[in-house]
């Protein structure tokens, strides 16, 4: 799918995103989707003050959990759409446009203490997710940590055997769902440390930092 067709579907989707994951918690592929995002700010261990950057912000799910906890928050997104939905719902955060796969724009300010993401990189090839996670290394401070909670399976193996039971021969191949040890090896060869959560059948949660060097 070209990236303007792709914009135009979460342009439209806009206005009942935050009700088709409400209507699909619990089902394949959103399963465990709100205890996922609540864990993810567990694990992402803030604070008032700190500085978060959202990529791929949506309509502010996972950010407005960390506006509760008195962060200054940033999110990132590709729709119009969906950031008009943010900026009604969450008015303190900075918002801005940006293709995830291309050059960042300046507005985006670092240094940010934690950088997260919910349900978006499986948008992306491998190769595109890594591209991000080592771009997004170079926006934190020192001890910042990337947490992405996302549709994942432990394994290439489970998640192969998930995608058959449930989609078949009708499997598109339009998505690149995440297995953790695929993407903890690419990560590695890549100059990234990464640790990975089961939290659902079909979700749950890596943390990412740049190794020392």
């Known amino acids: 799918m070209q990236s ?3 914009i135009q579907l979460f342009d439209a989707w806009a206005q009942r995103y935050d009700a088709s994951l409400a209507a699909n918690d619990g089902d394949f592929p959103f399963d465990g989707y709100e ?3 609540d864990e993810a700010v567990v694990l992402a261990g803030v604070g008032p003050g700190m500085r978060i950057l959202d990529l791929g912000i949506g309509t502010g799910n996972l950010a407005r959990r960390f506006v509760q906890q008195g962060c200054e928050v940033w999110g990132v997104d590709f729709s119009a759409e969906m950031l008009a939905k943010t900026r009604v719902k969450l008015p303190q955060v900075h918002l ?3 293709d995830l796969l291309a050059d960042w724009p300046a507005d ?3 240094p940010f203490d934690r950088i997260v993401s919910a349900y978006v990189l499986h948008e992306f090839t491998l ?3 890594i591209a991000v996670l080592r771009r997004a290394t170079h926006y934190l401070v020192p001890d910042g940590a990337i947490l992405i909670a996302d549709i994942a399976f432990p394994s290439v193996a489970i998640r192969e055997a998930v995608i ?3 989609y078949g021969a009708s499997w598109d191949e339009d998505e690149w ?3 953790a040890d695929e993407a903890i090896a690419a990560c590695d060869a890549a100059g990234l440390h990464a640790t990975y959560r089961q939290l659902s059948r079909c979700g749950g949660i890596f943390i990412f930092q740049a190794k020392d060097e």
């Open 177 to 179: 769902y995440w297995a």
């Open 4 to 6: 303007s067709d792709r």
């Open 108 to 110: 985006i300010q670092p």
């Open 96 to 98: 801005i446009q940006a």
């Open 127 to 129: 190769e595109g997710k």
């Open 35 to 37: 205890r996922i995002l």
């Open 164 to 166: 058959q039971q449930v």
